[in-house]
Nanobody
């Protein structure tokens, strides 16, 4: 069974920084993309950033310049989200997502349980 587990959420002051981690594990043949999404209270889930297997990245406009997605090159199954200059509106549950294939070459998607980032003001 494949799973992704997020960590690193917590309470942060406005203007502060936080780094989230996401580790995928299980019977994975290849990961094609990993992404961070977030869902604020009363709002729909939205894409924060993603990173493709070749290393290219994409960001939501409101996160550009403040958030950075990266991958552990030694472990292609681990990604990070470095967040700077956090704002109250960044308060949300942050979810990790992986798009991968298993050993049967079936394309699948898996979501983590989420990690909460909360503004302390």
């Amino acid at each position: 069974q494949v799973q992704v587990v997020e960590s690193g959420g917590g309470l942060v002051q406005p203007g502060g920084s936080l780094r989230l981690s996401c580790a995928a594990s299980g019977k994975i043949f290849r990961i094609y993309a990993m992404a961070w999404y977030r869902q604020a209270p009363g709002k729909q889930r939205e894409l924060v950033a993603n990173i493709l297997s070749g290393g290219s990245t994409n960001y939501a406009d409101s996160m550009k310049g403040r958030f950075t997605i990266s991958r552990d090159n030694a472990k292609n199954t681990t990604v990070y989200l470095q967040m700077h200059s956090l704002k109250p509106e960044d308060t949300a549950v942050y979810y990790c997502n992986a798009y991968y294939s298993d050993y049967d070459r079936t394309y699948l998607e898996v979501w983590g349980q989420g990690t909460l980032v909360t503004d302390s003001s």
